[in-house]
């Protein structure tokens, strides 16, 4: 067996990549997937009961932040898919799976705008670290998906974060 054969054994999926590092990658990305979704209601809940001199505004960002995440939900199970596994899609598997956890009965600006920078850090964590195994795996269209994800996160975390300034 040749050197080339013996490396292509153990690039065995659809995609010509390492079978191991992928599942490893999926499970990464159903957690991404999990964190997503908690965080997603999280802020819909702060949208919908944030209270204070500043509503309108936090009202309307808050919106415009789970506009974003709800995209991202859709470009992440896609991308599950897309490279052979199924993405989860039960609230008791968000809520298992995720760094994250529910936050109710917030409603003051200050710590709505807190647990979004909480919320982001984490969910920007998260996606660092399978973005690395992206990479590890050759899986350029993940790691650029999970890139992209995070530079919109971290710009909008600096946002909130100049809002409590």
């Excluded at 309108?56 to 932040?65: A, I, N, Q």
């Amino acid at each position: 067996m040749t050197t080339t054969s013996i490396k292509r054994a153990t690039l065995s999926n659809h995609l010509n990549l390492d079978e191991s590092l992928m599942k490893k990658l999926h499970g990464m990305m159903n957690d991404v997937l999990s964190d997503y979704h908690v965080f997603y209601q999280n802020v819909r809940g702060f949208h919908w009961n944030v209270k204070g001199n500043d509503f309108f505004t936090l009202h309307e960002k808050f919106e415009e932040l789970y506009t974003q995440l709800y995209q991202n939900i859709d470009d992440l199970a896609e991308r599950i898919i897309t490279i052979g596994y199924q993405p989860l899609h039960s609230y008791s598997d968000y809520l298992s799976n995720s760094i994250l956890k529910e936050i109710t009965n917030v409603s003051s600006e200050e710590e709505t705008v807190d647990q979004v920078i909480n919320g982001l850090g984490m969910l920007i964590s998260s996606q660092r670290k399978a973005a690395e195994i992206a990479g590890e795996a050759g899986d350029i269209a993940t790691e650029d998906m999970l890139t992209t994800f995070v530079a919109d996160l971290e710009k909008r975390m600096w946002m909130f974060t100049m809002y409590k300034k």
